[in-house]
């Protein structure tokens, strides 16, 4: 099983709509969250964070977090052609030599049409 | 500068060849992250300093592959006797402190090996 799996995509979805990014994680004491959004050819650029279980809202973005279940979203609300990207959800580790250590997932690659 | 800043950004070289990345990281951050891209894949974790120490090299692909920071600010990446598989984008980022701060990442520099 992968450390970090993400919904694996392509993901498209019409100008306006909600685009919805799911990511399981096995690590059951990570405590850190992180989406990054990732243009072709760019540098992973951060979106969120997120620590506690509940939603987090920054403008168009809602990241969601159930440690229970080990699971993170990412909700883009509004999406614009301009959000057309690779979004890499990103955990932490929480122990030892591995606290600020970054696991990535594979990304899901989103195309938002106008 | 503000920013993560990574030279060189565009690296091409013989196999056999020893290369050094630079890293630059945002001024006052205490950690420093190495990763590495391969095309169309997600980031493997490769290294981190805290300060000018390396808790964690699990990372590092071989023993062809080193790593130092000095000055608890620029780190560089070295890789000896480059071999094609080593291709790929290295990118380094910086957080404020170890632990579960945001990471910020630079633009990278694309390796490519002949």
């Known amino acids: 099983q992968k450390e970090v799996e993400q919904n694996s995509g392509p993901l498209s979805v019409p100008e306006g709509a909600i685009a919805s990014l799911n990511c399981t994680y096995s690590?059951?004491?990570?405590?850190?969250f992180f989406w990054y959004r990732q243009y072709s050819g760019k540098s992973p650029e951060l979106i969120m964070s997120?620590?506690?279980?509940g939603d987090k809202e920054d403008g168009r973005f809602t990241a969601q977090l159930n440690k229970a279940s080990q699971y993170v979203s990412l909700l883009i609300r509004d999406s614009q052609p301009s959000d057309s990207a690779t979004y890499l959800c990103?955990?932490?580790?929480?122990?030892?030599?591995?606290?600020?250590?970054?696991?990535f997932g594979q990304g899901t690659i989103l195309t938002v049409h106008p | 500068g503000a920013g993560v800043s990574q030279s060189p950004s565009n690296k091409v070289t013989e196999k056999g060849k020893d290369v050094e990345l630079r890293c630059d990281p945002i001024?006052?951050?205490?950690?420093l992250y190495w990763y590495r891209q391969r095309l169309g894949q997600g980031l493997e974790f490769l290294i981190y300093?805290?300060?000018?120490?390396?808790?964690?090299k699990s990372g590092l692909p071989s023993d062809r592959f080193s790593a130092e920071r000095t000055g608890e600010s620029v780190s560089t990446l070295t890789i000896q006797r480059t071999q094609q598989e080593d291709s790929a984008v290295y990118l380094c980022?910086?957080?404020?402190?170890?632990?579960?701060?945001?990471?910020?990442f630079g633009d990278g520099t694309r390796l490519s090996i002949l």
């Open positions: 300093f805290q300060g000018n120490s390396a808790p964690d």
């Open positions: 997120i620590y506690s279980n």
């Open positions: 990103a955990v932490m580790g929480a122990g030892g030599t591995s606290y600020g250590k970054l696991t």
């Open positions: 690590d059951r004491v990570s405590q850190s």
């Open positions: 980022a910086s957080s404020s402190r170890q632990g579960n701060q945001p990471q910020h």
């Open positions: 001024s006052g951050h205490t950690a």
